[in-house]
Structure formats: structure tokens, C-alpha cells
């Protein structure tokens, strides 16, 4: 795959040296050769004198690695078998200096563009917009980003379930794996899955997290227009998820379809999609200050990027 912004358009050491050789060269020649008449000498301008200094400093800008953005290899979850052109990995830029001042902007925090915009910026393969990632995927780079940056240590509080209390915990963010792919798509990207009361057979899709977004931001809007107690949000997600129902594609049947689907139905329709979706596997082992282990899923606040110093 082909990487971009690794470094600064810069001549490369070769053609530096190169340079170097033939100043070298050109000392070393005759006065004959140089000057075989004076109109030739008049008409060719004189070779710079090499400057040893100028020479020290290009090459100690080419070879510093303190003056270069590094990056690191991304795997991720989807492992290849979710796009059409079998992307299975991607370059990921450590975070700098100046994508904390990004992260702390008001109007950033408030619009919640932030990671958005910071994918944007740090993704580094060619032709990969994380608008286009699945969201398991850009959870993945998401806590390659955390980690390479404030280290793998996070604070949580959970629930101790024998008696309902809360504690405070830290976790190792090394530790959590991705899920296991158990069934992989068609060649067009779509699963199957038989409904239990209505028994048809659905064909669907995962949404991008562009797409997501998307519908999250419609019910939103959709919920402020008419003040209604909550969103559609997980209905409209569905609809989209659906490419086709007993074979009949058309979206205002399935539309209404969904309406009317028994819960039983919906639910089956869920659970497939969060069964066949890659991702980061959150099931985290929690253990006590009494060494009793548990294990539960664990979440993250909006403290993820802002880990207390």
C-alpha cells in the first residue's frame, strides 16, 4: 500500500550525494578541460563551490528521525473480508503535540467532530477515508491512537455484581483482542438471516460508520423537529441495514415491513448484525480489591482522550 505524509518533500540522499560527487569531480579537472576557449568559458556558468557545512546540515535533515512524524502498521478487525478492495490494514500516524491542541478546541469538543477529524488527519494509506470504515475498524485505530499516545493504563468504574457497588479500576488496554470472524460476507458484502414469527428470509449489510453517523444525526433532528422522548434512531439503522426481505428490494416495502416487525424479529435481525460485525472485543476481566474476577464489558467515557495527569 502506498503511504503519504511520511516526510517532508526533501532531496534524497542519493541525489545528495550525487551533488556531492560531482562538485568533487569538477575540482579535480584540468584547466584544459575547463577552459578550452574563452567563449566557452564565458557562455558556461561556473560549478557552486561545495560547501562542506550546507552538505552536513541536508544530510542531518534527511537521515534525523527526531524531525520526522513517525507511523505504525493498523490491522484491523475486518481482516480484509468487509471491502471490495480487501483492505486488511492501514497506516496510522502517532498522535503530536498538535493534535492535542485539536483535541482541547472548544468548538471541536461541542460539535463532536473531534475524532472525525482526527482519523482524518493521522490515517496515512492512500485513498482510505474513515468515513468509509467500518465502526469496528475505526474503533480499532481509535485505541491504537490512545494507546500510542497516553499509554495503555485507563481508569473505569464499574459494578461489583455480587452487591451493586461501584469501584474504581484500571484497566490494560493491551489486553483486549478483536473478535473472532465466524462468518464472513458474500462477494457483495451482504449476510443472511431467517426471521423466527414472519419467516422470511432477510438480506442485509453493514453500515459504514460514515453511514451511521449519518442516520444518528437524522434522528436527532428528526426528535428536536417534533419533541418526541426519544429517537428512531436503532429502527432507522435497521431499515438501512436491510437490502432485501423475502427478495423484494423495494426500500418503502421495507420500510413499512419494519414497522410492523414483531420485536422477536427485530431482535433476530440484531443480534446476527452485532454477531458478523467486526470489532474490538470489550469483554474485559474485572478483578476486585477481595480478588474476585469477573467479567463485563467494558466502555469508555469521554475521558478516553483525556486520561488525568
Not at 31 to 49: G, H, L, R, T
Not at 106 to 124: Q, T
Not at 130 to 145: H, T
Not at 230 to 237: A, D, E, G, L, V
Request: hydrophobic share 35%.
Amino acid at each position: 500500500m502506498s503511504i503519504e505524509g511520511q516526510k517532508p518533500q526533501k532531496e534524497s540522499i542519493s541525489e545528495v550525494l550525487k551533488k556531492y560527487k560531482e562538485m568533487r569531480n569538477d575540482d579535480t579537472l584540468s584547466n584544459e578541460s575547463k577552459f578550452s576557449s574563452n567563449v566557452i568559458s564565458d557562455s558556461i556558468p561556473k560549478p557552486k563551490a561545495f560547501n562542506q557545512e550546507e552538505f552536513e546540515r541536508t544530510m542531518s535533515r534527511e537521515t534525523d528521525p527526531d524531525l520526522m512524524t513517525s507511523y505504525e502498521i493498523v490491522k484491523l478487525p475486518s481482516r480484509g473480508l468487509f471491502y471490495p478492495n480487501g483492505l486488511s490494514e492501514v497506516a496510522v500516524e502517532y498522535m503530536t503535540s498538535k493534535d492535542e491542541d485539536m483535541l482541547t478546541t472548544p468548538s471541536l469538543i461541542e460539535s463532536g467532530a473531534i475524532l472525525d477529524i482526527l482519523l482524518k488527519r493521522k490515517i496515512k494509506t492512500a485513498d482510505v477515508n474513515p468515513e468509509n470504515l467500518l465502526v469496528g475498524d475505526r474503533n480499532a485505530i481509535i485505541l491504537f491512537l490512545r494507546s500510542s499516545s497516553y499509554g495503555s493504563d485507563y481508569t473505569v468504574q464499574v459494578t461489583d455484581p455480587r452487591n451493586g457497588n461501584p469501584f474504581k479500576t484500571v484497566v490494560n488496554l493491551t489486553k483486549l483482542n478483536y473478535k473472532e470472524i465466524k462468518e464472513a460476507p458474500d462477494s457483495n458484502g451482504h449476510f443472511i438471516v431467517e426471521l423466527p414469527m414472519r419467516k422470511k428470509v432477510v438480506l442485509f449489510k453493514l453500515l459504514t460508520s460514515g453511514e451511521e453517523n449519518i442516520l444518528f444525526k437524522k434522528a436527532q433532528a428528526i426528535q428536536e423537529a417534533y419533541g418526541e422522548e426519544f429517537n428512531q434512531y436503532s429502527t432507522m439503522k435497521l431499515k438501512a441495514s436491510i437490502v432485501s426481505i423475502g427478495g423484494n428490494t423495494d426500500r418503502n416495502y421495507i420500510d413499512k415491513f419494519v414497522d410492523a416487525m414483531p420485536a422477536l424479529d427485530a431482535y433476530t435481525i440484531r443480534k446476527k448484525i452485532l454477531d458478523v460485525s467486526p470489532d474490538v472485543d470489550m469483554m474485559y476481566e474485572f478483578e476486585t480489591k477481595d480478588h474476585y474476577t469477573f467479567k463485563a464489558n467494558l466502555t469508555v467515557g469521554v475521558d478516553f482522550f483525556f486520561p488525568n495527569t
